[in-house]
């Protein structure tokens, strides 16, 4: 090989390097580092960093001035209730926002050491382009899963060794992140519509 080929070699081998380690900073920082949580006075819900499925890291400043459908279990969900749950959500924001722009829902998973950025990509992939899936370290979980009032309950699962079970509502949040209300995740899509339509009509 040239000196030349040589040199381009090493430049491409460092570059690699050096975007595989910021990579692994970044979910690590996500996985490892508590945040602290700001309600922006809102009763239920409020700030959150999370590391997202392609390992970046996303705060709910990304999704400032889009409504957020935000929704905590697990890619393994006690009794498989998420996957209906999101898609019966998805299903309904197609009716009220056909171009994909006003909302999104963040899908929050409870289960950091099995739902990595892979696997949750992986996930929401299945579910469509609607929903962001992403995860933090157990103890901002905690915190913030306080913060939106859902409960963190691990079950037991002969098949998976365990489950995290869904919470039962979907929070939702205005683009300005003020707290609007709740929608039960365990009703069908045309229920989520009309509940839905109603929250993001209502003016403050």
């Known amino acids: 090989m040239t000196p030349t080929g040589k040199r ?3 430049t491409a081998t460092a570059i690699l390097a050096a975007g595989g380690l910021a990579t692994y900073l970044g979910t690590t920082l996500a996985l490892h580092h508590t945040i602290t949580l700001n309600t922006y006075g809102n009763e239920v819900g409020g700030a959150f960093r999370l590391m997202d499925a392609t390992t970046g890291t996303m705060t709910d400043q990304t999704f400032h001035g889009r409504w957020m459908l935000v929704l905590f279990g697990a890619t393994h ?3 498989d209730a998420c996957e209906p749950a999101l898609r019966a959500m998805s299903d309904a924001l197609d009716k009220l926002d056909p171009s994909k722009r006003k909302a999104v829902i963040i899908f929050v998973s409870l289960d950091p050491d099995r739902d990595d950025a892979e696997r949750l990509h992986q ?3 299945t579910l469509g382009p609607r929903i962001v899936a ?3 370290a157990p103890q901002a979980l905690a915190d913030l899963a306080k913060e939106y009032h859902a ?3 691990k079950v037991s699962d ?3 060794s365990y489950t995290m079970r869904m919470s039962p ?3 939702v949040m205005n683009p300005d992140t003020r707290y609007k209300g709740m929608i039960s995740a365990n009703q069908s899509a ?3 519509q009309k509940q839905l339509a109603t929250l993001m009509n209502t003016t403050d």
């Open 123 to 125: 996930y929401a992939a």
């Open 151 to 153: 409960p963190v309950e």
């Open 77 to 79: 969900c006690t009794q």
């Open 158 to 160: 002969p098949e998976w």
């Open 190 to 192: 045309d229920a989520m």
């Open 134 to 136: 992403g995860t933090a």
């Open 169 to 171: 509502s979907f929070v």
């Open 8 to 10: 381009i070699l090493l």
